[in-house]
């Protein structure tokens, strides 16, 4: 069973930038497509990010312009590089792969958004 796990969130103030890491126990090649989604309390899950092997690249509506998702094959890593946080970004970031109809997340990492 595939693990993902997830690192670097943390408390970051209005505007600042954090790069969050997903590491996978297995290629990354090996997945369809893999993503960052977000949860903060009392809300549903949401997409953050989400790129394919087939060259899809998909931002949800609230963050399109302020983060980049990326990967590096050798690391079996993927990131989300996020930038001019805001308050409302605050939650529980979790990395998702998708391969055919299983899906794998990770644990999740917090990201705090306060000054």
């Known amino acids: 069973q595939v693990q993902l796990v997830e690192s670097g969130g943390g408390l970051v103030q209005p505007g600042g930038s954090l790069r969050l890491s997903c590491v996978a126990s297995?290629?990354?090649?090996?997945?369809?497509?893999m993503g960052w989604y977000r949860q903060a309390p009392g809300q549903q899950r949401e997409l953050v990010a989400r790129?394919?092997?087939?060259?899809?690249?998909n931002y949800g509506d609230s963050v399109k312009g302020r983060v980049t998702i990326s990967r590096d094959n050798a690391k079996n890593t993927v990131y989300l590089q996020m930038n001019s946080l805001k308050p409302e970004d605050a939650a529980v970031y979790y990395c998702?792969?998708?391969?055919?109809?299983?899906?794998?997340w990770g644990q999740g990492t917090q990201v705090t958004v306060s000054s």
């Open positions: 790129w394919t092997w087939g060259g899809m690249i």
């Open positions: 998702k792969g998708e391969a055919g109809n299983l899906s794998s």
């Open positions: 297995r290629g990354i090649f090996s997945f369809d497509a």
